[in-house]
């Protein structure tokens, strides 16, 4: 992706072409970190580390010092597992995906759809946000587009229309459902509460489910992307995050942090607002890409 | 939190009492705690920097007085600039005296143009102007008839063209359509796009070129991270705005890209939105954010004895 691109870029300038790291060099990696939306704290951490493994290097190269780098950072996000395979000796497997205002969760929600059904499997989506001017309406598109069924009651409460989706899956097969939720901003407390009811609805129904939440971030978002995370935690647990509009120039580097502190791995991230615009997530990848590799 | 900062910068900055002046020394360990405050508002990394050089200068050879600590002298400094910075001339929405007002609203995917159309629709209705909103939107799924379904809810007309593909005529046409029904105020909602995209950003230009709006806004999530001065700057070059809008604030963002933006870009802040409802607009306080970016608390208490 893009991104990833800007970011290797950026790094590599900032190495390359100096025979050995000094403190400019340090700070013009700093700045890389950090501009990546990282966060202080864990750019700062990652230099120090990488500074003091490299003092003990006698390869005193710039490449040498970006292999530092670049190991600490995997290091950090190998601490989540990412994309397990689904497992469908129960269904229907049941996704929830949620998250603030605007930063792509319907999309997402098209995007899914799409690739599960690419690969042969079906799916049904579940409208729940009863909210939002025309989300319904937004969301049969996408349908449409993907191709798959959608269940959207539109005048009913959040939690009728996931139990209705549900319903409605176990009944003709459906492998895959896909619930659809409002925008929120976790400081609005009673549509934080409805999230767990949706939750509780759905477990109700289904003792083994949701099996996965996921919470969509906007990649351009800055470090109260965790503070999401954390506060979206105590109605219902993200298993999983989607990072979206990847395709510009924000660097999403704040999935860091949410490695890091709250170990929920990163599964999917958007660059786009095509149908096909979502990815997997692979760190290895992801930091490879990042040096250039 | 604020207090938490002010004990933090009290503690660091024990040795100057005694001293009686801000030092180079005794104050870069300050410096440095509010670099990390600042970043972790999400300043942009240049401007935080430049922003620690700027105090450092005023800071320096300050005299502590008896009635206030050193702590309470260098929070005092850092918000009285942080305000300095984020305020600006001209936060009032420009009318266009003699026909019609236009207002263009132009953002990133998502950032809340849409919404805050009909919002500032309902404000210029409730102060007698005869409105229209215009639907420009014509790539994201079901865009008109979310702006649709606002209108109807504040009693605003919407102007549309169901299949055409082409926002610069449906500008174009919305305004002869506000000519011929007399209505004083436009307003021309947008799709969000990502400022790399030259195909978008030209088409952005080109509205602006046709319908020449009285008041071009940029709206900003509050929530947005580093990447804000190259947003902003990249709209700023390639389309021009007159102020910005921001957006989410109900949420506990600090808002640091207000900071960044301002810094990158000579534009005043003109609105916030603090909530989904039509009726969350709000005008502007830079001393608000200022307290906000540095952690939320009541720093005029703090500030009043210094
Ligand atoms: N460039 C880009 N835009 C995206 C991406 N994902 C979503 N968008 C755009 O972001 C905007 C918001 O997307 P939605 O899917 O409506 O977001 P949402 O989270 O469902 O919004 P609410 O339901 O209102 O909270 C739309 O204009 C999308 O086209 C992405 O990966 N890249
Ligand atoms: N909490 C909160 N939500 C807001 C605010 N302003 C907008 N929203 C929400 O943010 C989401 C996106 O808003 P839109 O107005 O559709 O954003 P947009 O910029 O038009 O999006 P695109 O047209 O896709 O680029 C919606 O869920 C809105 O309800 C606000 O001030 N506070
Ligand atoms: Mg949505
Ligand atoms: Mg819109």
Known sequence: SKTRDNLVNKISETISGKAKVDEETLEELEEVLITSDIGSQIAEEIIEKARALFKKES?????????IIKEELEAVLSQAKTNGEIDLSQKPYVIVIIGVNGSGKTTSVGKLAYNFKRSGLKVK?????????????????????????????????????????????????????????????????????????????INNLLPYAPNEIL??????????????????????????????????????????????????????IGVGEGIEDLQDFSPKEFIEAMFGN | MLEELTEKFERVLKKVTGQGRLTEENISETLRE???????????????????????????????????????????????????????????????????????LIGLQGCGKTTFSAKLARLLKSKKRDVLLVAADVYRPAAVNQLKILGKQIDVPVFSID?????????????????????????????????????????????????????????????????????????????????????????????????????????PVKFVSAGEKLDSIEVFYPDRLASRILGKGDIVSLVEKA
Request: glycine share 6%; net charge neutral; hydrophobic share 40%.
């Open chain 2, 34 to 104: 509010i670099r990390r405050v600042l970043l972790d508002a999400d300043v942009n990394y240049k401007v935080a920097k430049q922003f620690i050089e700027d105090v450092k200068v005023k800071a320096l050879g300050k005299e502590v007085l008896t009635s206030i600590t050193p702590g309470q002298l260098i929070t005092k400094i850092i918000y009285d600039e942080l305000t300095r910075l984020l305020g600006g001339n001209g936060a009032e929405i420009k009318l266009n005296p003699s026909g019609i007002t236009t207002i263009m």
């Open chain 1, 215 to 268: 919470m969509v971030l906007d990649g351009t978002a800055g470090q109260n992307a965790v503070r999401q995370v954390e506060e979206f935690e105590k109605y219902t647990k993200p298993t999983g995050i989607i990072i979206t509009k990847l395709d510009g120039t924000a660097k999403g580097g704040v999935i860091f942090r949410i490695i890091s502190e709250k170990k929920i791995p990163v599964k999917y």
């Open chain 1, 59 to 67: 390869d005193r190269s710039v490449d040498n010092f970006k292999k």
């Open chain 2, 163 to 267: 299949d055409s593909k082409d926002p610069v005529k449906i500008a174009e046409d919305a305004l002869e359509y506000a000519r011929q029904n007399k209505l004083n105020t436009v307003i021309i909602d947008t799709a969000g796009r990502l400022h790399i995209d030259e195909e978008m950003m030209r088409e952005a230009a080109a509205i602006k070129a046709k319908v020449n709006p009285t008041e071009t806004l940029f709206v900003v999530d509050s929530m947005t991270g580093q990447d804000a001065v190259n947003s902003a700057k990249a709209f700023h070059e390639k389309v021009d705005f007159d102020g910005i809008v921001i957006t989410k604030l109900d949420g506990d963002s600090r808002g640091g890209c207000v900071l960044s933006i301002r810094a990158v870009v000579d534009r």
């Open chain 1, 125 to 201: 989506i579940g409208s729940a946000d009863t909210f939002r001017a025309a989300a319904n309406d937004q969301l049969e598109i996408w349908a449409n587009k993907a191709g798959v069924d959608i269940i959207s009651t539109n005048t009913k409460e959040p939690s009728a229309v996931a139990f209705d989706t549900i319903k409605a899956a176990q009944k003709d097969g459906t492998d895959i459902v896909i619930i659809d939720t409002a925008g929120r901003l976790h400081t609005q407390k009673n549509l934080m509460d409805e999230l767990n009811k949706i939750h509780r609805v």
